[in-house]
């Protein structure tokens, strides 16, 4: 429901813009200065494109995830550890309201953990072999807490149809530019030149490095839910100790593949103009916004 509500939303987004345009009349001034261009078909060429290769890696972000992660999912627990491991997320999984995820541990020496999947109802919680050694009980199951938070609150799903549309307005707005710099420029009466090409590449890059802000706004602001969420269910000042915990271990490299950095627990923290790309708040906010929270 959540993704065909979406889904609705970003087809009455791409309506509303292809109208928009229309009455301003932006196509037709384009028209009168020989750039010819059906705005309304390129905008649903994109949105196709755009967000045919979100839904995919989110369908099949688990199957990556376990890949990537060298994540060994748990079904039959071999010792006392992997037990309370499967009976707490069944616990807090049960307590947010969701189905119990799979449950799986990678190898890695830094403390982290990571969720993922394409329902709420189907979903991964994975926590490192470092996490494990280096927490204390109560801090991992706060960490548990924050990953369950995650997939209560559906944020898998919501961080990547965000993507799909950011990557539909910036095909959209790329292919306009290269059209028109295409005709205006390299005076290409009829299809498409070089310039068209190289242009659109250009402007594919830039506008996507620019977007890519508005993406990690999000994956930001999803921390702090996650985190209120880890301390709703596994209680506040454990979550703040879990964080804490983390804290020490900042000057280490975060061994989650590229692909998987937003959905870990923390980030190395960045700095100044680095800071709009980074998909994590710095710690100390975090721990911060849970002090000051009722």
């Known amino acids: 429901m959540r993704i065909l509500l979406f889904l609705a939303t970003n087809l009455a987004i791409v309506l509303v813009a292809s109208i928009t345009l229309s009455l301003l009349g932006v196509e037709t001034y384009m028209a009168q200065n020989g750039v010819d261009l059906n705005l309304g ?28 992660t060298r994540t060994e999912i748990i079904t039959q627990p071999r010792n006392s550890d992997e037990r309370w491991l499967l009976d707490t997320v069944k616990e807090l999984s049960d307590k947010a ?7 799986g541990i990678f190898p890695s020496p830094v403390a982290n953990a990571f969720a993922t999947g394409w329902n709420r109802n189907a979903a991964l919680v994975a926590v490192s072999e470092g996490l494990l050694r280096q927490m204390r009980p109560n801090e991992v199951r706060a960490v548990l807490g924050h990953e369950i938070g995650h997939v209560a609150n559906g944020d898998m799903i919501t961080l990547t149809l965000i993507q799909g549309v950011v990557n539909t307005f910036v095909m959209f707005f790329a292919r306009i530019i290269g059209h028109t710099v295409d005709r205006a420029v390299f005076k290409t009466e009829r299809g498409h030149g070089i310039g068209f090409y190289i242009t659109t590449f250009i402007a594919e890059m830039i506008l996507g490095i620019l977007a ?10 999803r921390e702090y839910r996650a985190d209120h969420a880890g301390a709703s269910l596994a209680g506040k000042q454990d979550m703040i100790a879990a964080l804490q915990r983390l804290q020490a271990q900042q000057g280490l490299p975060n061994d989650l593949p590229g692909e998987m950095t937003a959905f870990g627990i923390s980030t190395p923290s960045k700095k100044d103009f680095a800071a709009l790309f980074s998909s994590h708040p710095p710690l100390e906010k975090r721990i911060q916004a849970l002090r000051d929270s009722q």
């Not at 309201?97 to 449950?103: K, R, S």
């Open 212 to 221: 890519s802000t508005i993406v990690m706004w999000f994956s930001r602001w």
């Open 41 to 68: 078909s390129l905008l649903v060429f994109c949105a196709v494109f755009g967000m045919a290769g979100s839904l995919v890696s989110l369908f099949l972000s688990k199957w990556m995830a376990k890949r990537a």
């Open 97 to 103: 309201g969701i189905a119990m995820p799979e449950v």
